[in-house]
């Protein structure tokens, strides 16, 4: 019998390596920019091309390499951090298993100019999936220079699921932005398709944060130190009013590195209870600087998670540590009692031998007599009379209305005759008559049919059609706008403004008209007909928001994402009510639709009770 187990070639396992350091272009980026970092470069320039599935372009003034060096550091398991296993304990870099440049190498094609400092010429380098295609000296500037094309290009499977550029470009300024906050000292610049999105000079922590994340973050930071013998720990967290709902800012490093860590995370939110929301999260930026022999790093590929010894201990420094810059900044809320627009309330008193009151009373006036014989004549009596006279006029109009209009029952949905009368006249009829349709609890729509009778969802039926309009209208020429008065301005993150320039010109298919001002700001000049600006607003923040996350927008559906997001914006909201006119054509557009049952997210909007079914009910 013939021997079944057999070594991988080095390619084969190289590319399966691959598959746990390299998932996307984001962890490239990762890997080099770390590399650059741990070789003393203090200007890092990354350039990308189609969200890094043509280029990623990452350049460094570090230490550089020899020629020798240089290849050697394609070589699985090569790396000049570690020399034993012992050293992963007293880790000082970011890097140190020497798998990175080996699995890069192993599923893209790599060119790498590099020289050593103090050196007049340097080497070029040219691998494809592993193999070594050349190697020459070159004259090229000091430190290294890696250029790595058509990532996943000998990996069909896993380049068919990168998603689309939109959202692989947010992973990419996600993983730039944990780089850029923890490594402040260090000069950054992110160029996307020729288009800069972020130029960040050298500072203090604060001043990446707000370069980085926003202005306005400026005045919502609280500073934090706290130095102890397990650990220090420094940085910022929000005010409670800064906390947000959605797109919070919170970021964890550990010796330099970032870290997901969810018990300190839950630590650093609980100190946040009874000052926000249930449903808002406190934005913070920590680094913990503790001993490398008491972390474990080597955990996984990425090394984002981390084991602390000191865990427990530590948990309770940091929430004290929370907890004092919180009260030591004073943003506990305190009771304040608002005066402003208070009513007066006048004062009675009841030694009536006051000749001159202080404050301007009238002597006379006492809100306990009664209304009877003994009230006092003048203001107050005239004031009594025209509210007697209102009151009788108010009854008498309820009578007369009681006489005039039906009692509030149930009505035949055709005929419109009352059926059911048993409806108390205090409470609200459960029906409005309308016709032949009828609109209930203004959420449905009822109307008879041969069999039966159809139960209409108002909001989901107008989200349907509006979504086919705005699908039709997106190769036409006559694209329907509505110009708002005033423009609103709207401030991005830089992540977010690269997204919009990505998603702009499917926006303008809609009817949004959208102008790039400066720093990020976008003007809302033009909106698709019955959504307001305000709304426009909220929709463009959540499309946002959807893009980043990975959510529906995905491969290649940007554009019917941003119309059911539109759509579901300007239709008809629940507890409006419809005119016969409205709900009629409502009714009639709807059934002109190819699929009038569901909505585009598949949710159903007709159901339809026939005659059978209506009988059951009263067995």
């Given at each position: ?23 996307r272009?984001?962890?490239v980026?990762?890997?080099?920019v ?15 091309k ?5 280029l990623?372009?990452v ?7 020899s ?19 012992a ?10 298993r020497?798998?990175?440049?080996a699995?890069?190498?192993?599923i ?9 400092k103090?050196?007049?010429i ?13 190697q020459?000296?070159e004259v ?12 996943f ?5 896993r380049?068919?699921f990168?998603?689309s ?6 992973n ?7 780089l ?23 500072g203090s ?9 926003g202005?306005?973050?400026?005045t ?16 910022f ?23 997901r ?7 650093i ?10 449903d808002?999260q ?20 990425t ?9 427990g201990?530590i ?15 004073s ?13 007066s ?20 006036y ?13 203001a ?18 309820k009578a007369?209305?009681?006489?005039s ?34 609109q ?5 729509i ?7 009778v159809m139960i ?13 309009n ?13 110009r ?33 001002l400066?720093?990020?700001d ?56 419809l005119?016969?006119d ?9 059934m002109?639709?190819?699929e ?6 598949g949710?159903?909007?007709i ?10 009910l009263?067995?």
């Amino acid at each position: 019998m013939s021997d079944i187990i057999k070594l991988l070639p080095d390619s084969v396992a190289n590319q399966i390596a691959a598959g746990e350091v390299i998932q996307r272009p984001a962890s490239v980026i990762k890997e080099l920019v770390e590399n650059a970092v741990d070789a003393g470069a203090t200007s890092i320039q990354i350039i990308l091309k189609e969200a890094g599935r043509t280029l990623i372009q990452v350049i460094d003034n570090g230490s550089g390499m020899s020629d020798t060096d240089a290849r050697l550091a394609f070589e699985r398991h090569s790396t000049s951090k570690i020399r034993q296993a012992a050293d992963l304990f007293n880790l000082h870099t970011m890097g140190f298993r020497g798998e990175a440049l080996a699995s890069i190498a192993a599923i893209a094609q790599v060119e790498l100019r590099t020289c050593k400092k103090g050196e007049q010429i340097g080497t070029k380098l040219e691998i494809c999936a592993s193999k070594c295609i050349g190697q020459e000296p070159e004259v090229c500037a000091e430190g290294s220079n890696f250029m790595i094309k058509n990532l996943f290009f000998n990996v069909p499977a896993r380049r068919k699921f990168l998603k689309s550029n939109q959202v692989e470009l947010s992973n990419i300024i996600k993983e730039f932005e944990k780089l850029a906050l923890v490594n402040n000292e260090v000069e950054f610049t992110l160029v996307h398709n020729d288009n800069i999105i972020y130029k960040l000079m050298p500072g203090s922590f604060k001043m990446r944060i707000t370069s980085l994340l926003g202005k306005n973050l400026d005045t919502q930071l609280i500073p934090l130190n706290v130095d102890t013998s397990l650990a220090k720990i420094e940085g910022f967290i929000g005010r409670p009013e800064g906390a947000r709902k959605r797109n919070y800012l919170q970021f964890l490093f550990v010796n330099g590195r970032h870290m997901r860590h969810p018990y300190f995370h839950k630590s650093i939110v609980s100190c946040y209870e009874q000052l926000i929301s249930n449903d808002s999260q406190p934005n913070y930026f920590l680094n913990f600087t503790v001993d490398p022999q008491s972390i474990d790093v080597n955990i996984h590929p990425t090394k984002n998670e981390i084991k602390f010894e000191n865990e427990g201990p530590i948990w309770q420094i940091l929430s004290a540590a929370v907890k004092e810059a919180l009260g030591r900044f004073s943003v506990v809320p305190s009771i304040d009692f608002d005066n402003e627009d208070a009513p007066s309330i006048p004062i009675f008193n009841t030694n009536t031998n006051v000749s001159t009151p202080a404050i301007g009373v009238d002597p006379n006036y006492n809100p306990f007599k009664s209304s009877g014989a003994n009230a006092s004549k003048g203001a107050n009596s005239s004031s009594y009379s025209d509210w007697q006279k209102l009151y009788d006029n108010f009854n008498q109009s309820k009578a007369n209305d009681q006489d005039s209009e039906p009692s509030g029952g149930v009505y035949d949905m055709i005929s419109g005759q009352e059926i059911i009368n048993e409806v108390q006249p205090e409470e609200k009829p459960l029906f409005s008559s309308t016709g032949k349709c009828m609109q209930v609890n203004g959420k449905y729509i009822i109307s008879p049919v041969e069999d039966g009778v159809m139960i209409i969802d108002q909001h989901r039926a107008h989200i349907r059609i509006l979504y086919d309009n705005y699908i039709a209208q997106r190769n036409g020429e006559n694209i329907i706008s509505q110009r708002v008065i005033f423009p609103e301005i709207i401030n991005l993150t830089p992540a977010q403004n690269a997204l919009m320039l990505e998603i702009e010109p499917d926006m303008a298919k809609i009817g949004f008209c959208l102008s790039e001002l400066s720093a990020n700001d976008w003007s809302i000049n033009s909106v698709p007909p019955g959504l307001g600006t305000a709304k426009a607003v909220e929709v463009i923040m959540q499309l946002l928001e959807s893009i980043e996350a990975g959510g529906a927008a995905l491969q290649n559906k940007v554009y019917e994402h941003i119309a059911l997001s539109v759509a579901r914006s300007g239709a008809f909201s629940y507890g409006r009510t419809l005119t016969d006119d409205e709900m009629n054509a409502l009714i009639v557009d709807l059934m002109s639709r190819q699929e009038p049952s569901y909505t585009p997210d598949g949710k159903k909007i007709i159901a339809v009770l026939n005659y059978n079914q209506i009988s059951k009910l009263f067995q």
